[in-house]
């Protein structure tokens, strides 16, 4: 059974920095590429980033470009999401994703339960 | 980046169908056949519906349809059953990224 959970949300200052963990299980992991998106409350979705097998293959949302790092550790089958110089807007429930087919980038088929993520004062 | 635009709402009773737009432009859905949907349940997480503009994958009732003409896609609920009232995204690839659409939200009267 593929499954992804996602770990790290908390409450942050504005200005400050957190580090996102999704650890998956079920599949192999560096076969697919893998996504990060954000939903504020009561709002809609929102696309941050994705990256295939290694670090050169990392994409982002120009809202994020800069302020976000994607990474992987594929020895432990983990994905990463380094948030730096946070803001309000970033509060959000942030959902790591698993590509529905190995090798590429384009749908998002298998979702983490989400980790809440608060930037305030 | 701007959101691609979905209407807020759309209703219909049970055994009918309804349609849902998702309009980008010639950068992103018009671009490339590479649009998908979501469907979001309250307090769950999303489940993808369709990928590659019009396929199912495995266990997606065949109620779900969907199409491109341009820079639209739409997606079609036939047969509308009460477990389908949930909120839907459409979503494309943008070149290196992708983006969301706004969100529909489906009542079922």
């Known amino acids: 059974e593929v499954q992804l959970v996602e770990s790290g949300g908390g409450l942050v200052l504005p200005g400050g920095s957190l580090r996102l963990s999704c650890v998956v299980s079920?599949?192999?992991?560096?076969?697919?590429?893998m996504h990060w998106v954000r939903q504020p409350s009561g709002k809609g979705l929102v696309w941050l980033s994705r990256m295939g097998r290694d670090d050169g293959s990392a994409s982002y949302a120009d809202s994020v470009e800069g302020r976000f790092t994607i990474s992987r550790d594929n020895a432990k089958n983990t994905l990463y999401l380094q948030m730096n110089n946070l803001r309000a807007d970033d509060t959000a429930i942030y959902y790591c994703?698993?590509?529905?087919?190995?090798?590429?980038?384009?749908?998002?088929?298998?979702w983490g339960q989400g980790t809440l993520v608060t930037v305030s004062s | 980046q701007s959101a691609l635009t979905q209407p807020r709402s759309v209703s219909g009773s049970p055994g009918q169908s309804v349609t849902i737009s998702c309009t980008g432009t010639?950068?992103?859905?018009?671009?490339?056949?590479?649009v998908s949907w979501y469907q979001q349940h309250p307090g769950k997480a999303p489940k993808l519906l369709i990928s590659?503009?019009?396929q199912r994958p495995s266990g997606v009732p065949d109620r779900f349809s969907a199409s491109k003409s341009g820079n639209t896609a739409s997606l079609t609920i036939s047969g509308l059953q009460a477990e389908d009232e949930a909120d839907y995204y459409c979503c494309s690839y943008a070149g290196r990224s992708h983006v969301f659409g706004t969100g529909t939200e489906v009542t079922v009267l």
């Open positions: 994703a698993r590509d529905l087919r190995p090798g590429t980038g384009s749908y998002l088929s298998s």
């Open positions: 079920g599949f192999t992991f560096t076969d697919y590429w």
């Open positions: 010639s950068s992103d859905v018009g671009a490339y056949n590479y």
């Open positions: 590659d503009v019009t």
